[in-house]
């Protein structure tokens, strides 16, 4: 089970709003951090991701705090990272 | 995720304008539908920054924003849109089964409405760096690019509009052609207003994409007048080079393909497949604009109720008669 779920996001993603779709389908909640409005967060953005220039980035926080990182709106990554 | 029930009237494969609009229709009229979308719903038209032609909005509307109320009309009337894949299509009998990450699912009849997505240039550098400095989504990605420099490649609608939104974020441009601009008269106009930050270099051939420390850090092309290798610094790239059809799906399964792997079909839009449907930039002949992939998307929905409604009344062997089934 996720502990946390943060989004990166950017006002024009619309593969971001799929995540958020996915996400809503499986009840579970999440916070979302859009970049247009917090540009200063985009280096911690870039570096969950390992270097990621892009949006949705999701990171999955487990109960035991280990993290999950999903760049881009993959559901064969999502999946198995909500489990 | 596992479906709740495994048979529907009609499966669509693929929830963008086109498959919105066939759906909306088919709901309405109380056909069991179920669309499957592995990318975005509203497909390419949802990523695109803005759209100006589409007809019932004089100021033009983003691209967004037109996909997410296509897909909320369709809901509206009971359209149900599963987040998954569509492997195989294989018809059996009287019916249509998919196999899809969702498990499998028989219908009455498909409609296949998957659209294209971005070609890749095939250069070296370009897999490379996908999504760390090469990218096909500006609306995704362009607002990493605050007062940096770009490359766009390519020189169609999808280059010049994509390449204009990306003004907003970058201090400079390259737009790099290999031939001649392609675009439409109306973006070529609206480039030249951004000649101050987008500079157009016509004739020439991207080859390799360049960086360090994980970084890109340069475009090389060759002028393909002079045959002079060229280089532009850069912090990323983006790709608009032209679209493939999403068809692959499809080996096998006896639809018929032109050569650039389009879909064809016949005055009722159904495939040489008997109850197999298509609507959409997927079908060969296609005039890959929003305002008739939903007016595919409609006439589609109407050629597959009458041949639902044939497929409800008469039996199996009729049903084959009718369509031309061997």
Sequence with gaps: MAKDITIFTTNTCSYCGMVKRFLDMKGQSYQVVNLDEHPERNQEAYELSGGALTVPITVITKEDDSKRVVVGYNLGQLAPALA | ?326
């Design chain 2, 1 to 326: 995720m596992e479906l709740e029930k495994k048979d529907y009237d009609l499966v669509i494969v693929g929830a963008g304008p086109a498959a919105l609009s066939a759906a909306l229709y088919t709901s309405r009229e109380d056909i069991d539908t179920l669309l499957f979308e592995k990318g975005a719903i509203g497909g390419l038209a949802a990523v695109t920054d803005w759209v100006d032609n589409y007809p019932g909005f004089a100021k033009g509307i983003a691209g967004l924003e037109l996909a997410d109320a296509m897909r909320a009309q369709a809901e509206r009337f009971g359209a149900k849109i599963e987040l998954g894949e569509v492997m195989k299509v294989a018809k059996d009998g009287n019916l249509v089964k998919l196999d899809t990450t969702s498990g499998e699912v028989s219908a009455k009849a498909v409609l296949i409405a998957t659209g294209s997505e971005y070609r890749k240039i095939g250069v070296p550098g370009e897999m490379e760096y996908y999504a760390r400095g090469v990218h096909y989504c500006a609306t995704c990605d362009g607002a990493f690019y605050r007062d940096k420099r770009l490359v766009v490649v390519g020189g169609g609608n999808s280059a010049v509009q994509e390449g204009i939104f990306l003004t907003r974020f970058a201090s400079h441009i390259d737009m790099l052609v290999r031939s001649q601009l392609k675009a439409s008269d109306v973006l070529v106009k609206e480039l030249d207003k951004h000649k101050d930050k987008i500079t157009v270099h016509l004739g020439l051939a991207t080859d390799e994409i360049v960086g360090e420390n994980n970084k890109v850090t340069k475009v090389v092309g060759t002028d393909s007048r002079t045959g002079q290798k060229v280089e532009f610094p850069t912090d990323g790239v983006f790709v608009f080079v032209g679209l493939d059809p999403n068809t692959k799906f499809l080996d096998g399964s006896g639809v018929e393909l032109d050569e650039r792997r389009l879909i064809k079909s016949d005055t009722r839009l159904m495939t040489n497949v008997p109850g197999i449907f298509v609507a959409g930039d997927v079908r060969s002949g296609a005039t890959l604009q929003i305002a008739s992939a939903t007016g595919e998307g409609a006439t589609a929905a109407l050629m597959i109720r009458e041949y639902l409604e044939n497929h409800q009344k008469t039996s199996t062997a009729t049903v084959a008669t009718l369509y031309g089934e061997a």
